[in-house]
Every structure is written in C-alpha cells, then in structure tokens.
C-alpha cells in the first residue's frame, strides 16, 4: 500500500497519540475537564521557601514526585507520564520499541543546588577554592551527577525506556523547543526516513535559581499583577505515524 | 526524488591554535599544541588564543553581553559567512537555516563559591540561598547562560535569520546538528544552512560535571593516543563553524566549496554492555560509502575511557587509515567536537594534502597522497556516536 501523500508528493503526518501533564492534572481526561470547568494551574508556589521571593506563584506540577528532588529528574519523569498516555493511545510499536526517533524538548540542563551543596559539605578545606571543590566532586562518590546533570541525560534516559530508534535530539530553543521538536519530527516523515516519530516536550524547572535568574531578566512577574505563570509548565506529547 | 548534493562552502575556526584557515594550516603543519597545566591545575586545558573579537562583533555592547563561549562562537561564524562569501547579503542570510550545537552557559563561580562556602559552614538557611540568589546573580550572566543565545548572538550580529534550532547537549548535538542539515538539504527542505558550536574551556564551572564522572585529564598533557594508562580529556576551546548548502544553490551564486559533505550518520550505542561503541562504529562504517580502505579519518577521540579504547579497537580493524585525533591538538572541544572534526577534513580535501601527524604511538601515519575521502568521526565520552564522509567535489 502506497502511504497517502500531500500535493507536495510528501507522505502526510499525523497524530495518534498524545499525552500531557500540566499543573492541572495527568492525563488528557483530567486536563479537558479542568481546563473547560475553568480552572487554573496556577498557585501559590510550595516546593521550597519563599522568603525574600517576590514572585509567588507558578504553574508547578506537584502531585508528581521524584525522590531524590532534582528539576531535571521531575522533567524527565514528567516527560516519561506523558509519553506512557501517548503510546497507549497510539498502539505504535511495543512496550520499550518505539519504531522511530525521539525529539525531545527539554529545559537547560546543569547541576543544581542540592547536589552543589550536598558535595560543598563534604569539602574538607575551610573557605575552599574551585580547585579543592573539584577534588571532592571526583573519586567516584558523585558519579550519578555525571548521570543526572549530562545535557543529554533526559534524552538517552527516554531513549533507553521507550527504545526509541537511533540519536535522540534535545532541543534547547526556550519557547520554541517544543515547536522544533514537532516541526523535527513532521520533517523526518516527510523525507521517509522513518514512520514514525516521538515529539516530547518537558519542562519542571521551578526552582529557586530559575526563579530568581528569570526575575532578573523580568520574564516572571509579582504578585502584585493577576497569577500568572512565569513560564509555560505545560507538556505535551505527540506521536505521529 | 534524488538527494540533492551538499558542499561546504564555508568554514570558519577559531581555536586554542588560533584563528582562520590559514593559522590553522600552519599551525597543524609544524605540529602545535596549545596546551595549558598551570591555570587550573591539576586540571590540563587548552585556553583558547588571543584574539580582538571587533573584527567580527563590531559593537562593544554585543560583546558585552556575551560570555566568551558565544564570542568564540558569534566570531567563528562570522569567519564561516566570510569565507562562504555571504556575510552581509542580506538576502542569503535572511533565508540561512541556523543549527546550533551548544551545551550550557558560564556560571559567576565567585557568586557560587560564597554560597557554597557559607553553607557548608553551616551559615546558609534555605531563606538566605533565596537572597543570594536574588541580589547576586546578574540579568546579563543568565541570559548569557542560555543554549539558544548562541544562535541568538549570530542572528543579531550577522543577521541569518531563516529558522533556528538549538540542540542541547554534548558531542552528539553536534553529530545531529550536521546529520540534520544534511537530511534538510539533500530533502530540499533548505538551501544553505549554517552549522556549528562553541566551546571555552577555561572554566572551572565545566570541570564540575566532567570531575564527577573523572573524565578530566589531570597532571600531564599527552597526546591522546598516548593516555592509556593516564586517561582523561584535556577540555578545549574551539568555534567551528560550516556554511552547508545544495549544490545547486553553491553553483547559482558561484561559490566554491571546500568539500562535498556526502553523508552522516549517528547513533545512540546502549554503553551498558561493553564493546558496544565498537559495535556501534562498525555498524555505523558500511553506510558512509567509503570506497577505499586507506582513506583519511580525522576523529575527535576524547582520551576518556572506556571509550578511546573501544574506538581503538574499531581503528584497529582498518589498519589502512590514515588517522588524525584531533584531541592531541585542541583538547576535547565538546560540543565542537564534530564540526571541528567537518572543518579540518574540508580544510584539508581543500588544500589537497593532510596535516602531518602527532602521534608517539605510532597509530597515526604519514599520507603524502592527495585525500579524496575523509571520515570524520565522533565518539562522545559518554553517550553518542557518529560519523561523516567528506569527499572532493567531482
């Protein structure tokens, strides 16, 4: 059977699956149901303390956890929920076989606080210096850092849970990642490489530096102006075949 | 529908060694190494060299609110359109796809060592680590922290503004960087595209992440396939830059390309078992179309282990090649890795010859034919593989 192609002669993409996760709720039921009852993610921020913190309220995803706490193991498993909804929509492919490539969407990546504290503490040397701080982060202990805060990290964890096929991209366009991710996605299909492919965005970077780095910048507003989220909490996956 | 040709048209370096093609010709050709133990020891580096950056970012301000990876970065492509023949066509450039390979930004270590400092003596409740944040971190350091304000800088600078994505993370960004241009290209989906990455890596922020793993190069320099016994990446600085674009398109306007970029392929080996980026790099070797065993292959080998080794194991079974790891020379540049990788085999297939080699094991070898083939190869140090072939134009 000939694939259906558009007037350009490109095989023509579309979507059988998809999965979200947002302040509002899991799944796609859940969010339909809030969003069309009119209620709004958006609260007051309980993650971590707000003293000296202008900006109070944020689109958080809180009912999900990840233990140990890190913003970048929230997105990934943030981006894992998502992703389940949307291959059991899909029916593509089998448990851990994805047929395709993965797009992934995904906050900057970098070690955070915790961890950064976690090892400060274990720095012999009073009033230490970069050099005596890196002495401590190596030998082994922090090994999982590596893991965890490698910018590819989310990307080849995805990868290996849903065995998507070949080099998984993380995109890394602010608000447009996840358009890049899709638009990524549609391309691939259009040249025939493949027949399908995973587009996931994720981001559950509330966290204190985010908070205060992008209240420099004036992107998150006071309380004083209408609730509203400082940036986009909002995910979504899209599977296309 | 035929894949359409892709040339390189232009290339733009700017290194530990130096900037520009001809620098960094001669450079290669008396065998230099710029490599740095001293300034942050025990840790080995390659700072990059000096260089007026008002010759391709002409307005302080722009510079100002850089940090030096996206100088290194907005200089190298500048170099690229230069040497393309199209910086300031408007036309061109409004229409130039932009793929960007970038990691993370620098961090205020000073900014970060107070707090550090203060907690680990017990003087940094949750609420003070707020207000440090608050009134220490600066507006200009975090945007400048962000991956896409590489490609933001070239737009604003050399003004390319067709579209413009940013992948995030380590040597395979930039693997997938130059595979996708390529697809697009070949597709049709774009005409000319500029792609590329940066890499400072005089900085102890980076260290961090890599000391975790132990993957830095301490003590002594050596040239990569000289680390067995002292493995470790030697992190380097580098901006490397390639205009790509269609045959045709080249031909239109005339350009003349250093080399055909005839194809790349990635992979995401499971690393887990070993041998498998031996596998990978076997598996990968049979699609690039290498029509002679003693071509040239140019590899960004990190020195870290275990993948040297396994990559050595897959050199060892095309004892032909003439190989040339471009770690001894800049240290491992990261994210530039591959397009560093691109930039000397177009360099190279340009010139008609290969740089000698720089190597006291004995891998690498003397080739004194004229390079009509060169693989370029891409293992990261801890995730991601891929390769490239870069052929003379026919």
Redesign the interface.
């Known amino acids: 059977m000939t694939a259906p192609r558009d007037k350009f ?1 490109r095989p023509i993409v579309v979507v059988t699956g998809m999965g979200i996760v947002t302040s509002l709720g899991g799944g796609k039921t859940d969010n339909w149901k809030r969003l069309t009852a009119g209620e709004s993610g958006i609260k007051t921020v309980t993650r ?6 202008k900006t109070t309220m944020a689109g958080a995803v809180d009912f999900v956890t990840v233990d140990p706490f890190s913003s970048t193991s929230l997105s990934q498993r943030l981006a894992e929920i998502a992703t389940e909804e949307a291959l059991e929509q899909s029916g593509i492919g089998s448990k851990g076989d994805f047929p395709g490539p993965l797009f992934l969407a ?1 906050a ?4 955070e ?1 915790p961890q ?2 976690e090892v ?2 274990e ?1 012999p040397t ?6 005596d ?2 002495a401590t ?4 202990k ?6 965890r ?4 990290s989310v ?2 964890n995805l ?2 849970t849903f065995g998507t096929k ?9 608000c447009a990642s996840g358009a ?1 991710a899709i638009q ?1 996605g549609v ?2 299909i ?2 025939g ?1 493949t027949d399908a492919t995973l587009c996931v965005a994720t981001d559950g970077s509330v966290n ?2 985010a ?7 004036r992107l998150s507003r006071p309380r004083t102006i209408r609730p509203r989220a400082p940036q986009s909490r909002s995910r979504r996956t899209a599977t296309a075949s | 529908m035929a894949e359409k040709e892709v040339w390189i048209t232009g290339v733009g370096l700017l290194s530990s060694l130096g900037e520009g093609l001809d620098a960094h010709w001669q450079a290669l050709g008396e065998k230099r190494v710029n490599a740095d133990d001293k300034r942050l020891a025990p840790y080995v580096i390659h700072p990059i060299a000096p260089v007026s950056f008002d010759a391709q970012i002409p307005k302080k301000g722009d510079q100002r609110q850089m940090e030096m990876w996206q100088r290194i970065g907005t200089y190298a492509a500048g170099l690229a359109l230069d040497s393309a023949g199209v910086k300031g066509n408007q036309e061109i450039l409004s229409r130039m796809d932009m793929i960007i390979a970038a990691g993370g930004g620098e961090r205020d270590l000073n900014v970060d060592l107070a707090i550090m400092n203060a907690d680990a003596q017990g003087k940094l409740p949750p609420a003070l680590l707020n207000e440090k944040l608050m009134n220490e971190l600066r507006p200009t350091l975090f945007l400048a922290q962000l991956s896409n304000l590489l490609a933001g800088n070239i737009a604003i600078v050399h003004g390319v503004c067709g579209t413009s994505r940013t992948f995030m993370g380590e040597e395979a960004s930039s693997i997938d960087a130059a595979r996708i241009a390529v697809a697009r290209i070949g597709a049709g989906q774009s005409d000319i595209a500029l792609v590329g990455a940066a890499h400072n890596g005089d900085r102890g922020d980076l260290l961090m992440l890599y000391s975790f793993g132990d993957f830095a190069l301490k003590d002594q320099y050596a040239p990569v396939w000289a680390r067995r016994n002292h493995p470790g990446f030697a992190i380097g600085s580098a901006g490397a830059f390639l205009v790509m674009e269609s045959r045709e398109h080249a031909e239109a306007r005339g350009a003349k390309p250093y080399a055909r970029l005839t194809k790349v392929v990635a992979d995401l080996a499971k690393r887990k078992q070993p041998g498998a980026v031996t596998k990978s790099l076997q598996t990968m070797w049979p699609q690039l179309g290498v029509s002679n065993d003693n071509a040239v292959l140019i590899t960004g080998a990190t020195g870290a282990e275990p993948a040297t080794a396994e990559e050595r194991e897959f050199l060892g079974q095309h004892p032909g090649l003439a190989v040339r790891a471009t770690g001894t020379t800049f240290g491992h540049t990261m994210e530039a890795q591959f397009p560093l990788g691109l930039a000397l085999a177009a360099l190279s297939i340009s010139r008609g010859a290969l740089y000698p080699a720089n190597d006291p094991t004995g891998l690498e070898v003397e080739k004194t034919e004229v390079p009509t083939q060169i693989v370029v190869l891409g293992v990261g140090h801890w995730q991601g593989e891929g390769m490239a072939l870069v052929e003379a134009v026919k």
């Open positions: 002669g971590f303390p707000l003293d000296s913190l995904v900057p990546i970098e070690t606080w950064r504290l400060a503490r720095v009073k009033d230490f210096g970069i050099i701080y890196l982060c190596s030998g082994g922090f090994a999982h850092f590596h893991r805060f490698t910018f590819g990307a080849l990868a290996e070949g080099s998984p991209i993380s995109l890394s366009t602010a890049t990524l391309e691939a259009r040249r490489e204190p530096e908070w205060c780095a992008s209240r420099c910048c």
